[in-house]
């Protein structure tokens, strides 16, 4: 039987990176509980103090319900170092395409997720082993990759 899970992301704004990760994911927006008007009235209703609150959306779902939710967390702390976890975006389509198609895909997300505010940082190109990805970095410079 398949666990049911959420991914947790510690940052510095929620809503800066539950709209990045929603358009780079085809996720959107998870609205609040019943009740409230938004995730930080429902926090408040159950005691959460006012520092802890990020001020914005800090959740997204799939809404084919498919993927986990994922939760973008404030912490008072900076990113340090480099992830010891992070996403990979399949923007290709998979290894049943040609190469050429999958990158010309790849390229046209990452070009996408620049315009979102991710940074590009390299391209893994390897023809012989048939492997084309891109290694970027989002808004707060989480690292993921697009293959």
């Given at each position: 039987?398949?666990?049911?899970?959420?991914?947790?992301?510690?940052?510095?704004?929620?809503?800066?990176?539950?709209?990045?990760?929603?358009?780079a994911?085809?996720?959107?927006?998870?609205?609040?509980?019943?009740?409230?008007?938004?995730?930080?009235?429902?926090?408040?209703?159950?005691?959460?103090?006012?520092?802890?609150?990020?001020?914005?959306?800090?959740?997204?779902?799939?809404?084919?319900?498919?993927?986990?939710?994922l939760?973008?967390?404030?912490?008072?702390?900076?990113?340090?170092?480099?992830?010891?976890?992070?996403?990979?975006?399949?923007?290709?389509?998979?290894?049943?395409?040609?190469?050429?198609?999958?990158?010309?895909?790849?390229?046209?997300?990452?070009?996408?997720?620049?315009?979102?505010?991710?940074?590009?940082?390299?391209?893994?190109?390897?023809?012989?082993?048939d492997?084309?990805?891109?290694?970027?970095?989002?808004?707060?410079?989480?690292?993921?990759?697009?293959?």
């Amino acid at each position: 039987m398949p666990v049911n899970f959420q991914l947790t992301v510690d940052c510095a704004d929620p809503d800066l990176l539950a709209r990045f990760w929603a358009a780079a994911l085809d996720y959107v927006l998870a609205p609040p509980p019943d009740g409230h008007e938004s995730w930080d009235a429902f926090y408040r209703s159950v005691g959460v103090p006012e520092e802890e609150l990020g001020g914005g959306n800090d959740r997204i779902v799939d809404p084919r319900g498919e993927g986990p939710m994922l939760w973008f967390q404030v912490v008072p702390e900076t990113k340090q170092v480099k992830n010891r976890f992070h996403l990979d975006v399949n923007a290709s389509g998979g290894r049943s395409h040609p190469l050429d198609v999958r990158r010309e895909r790849i390229d046209a997300a990452v070009d996408r997720l620049v315009d979102l505010g991710a940074t590009r940082v390299r391209t893994s190109f390897d023809g012989e082993a048939d492997h084309y990805a891109v290694a970027m970095l989002d808004p707060e410079g989480n690292e993921f990759d697009v293959f």
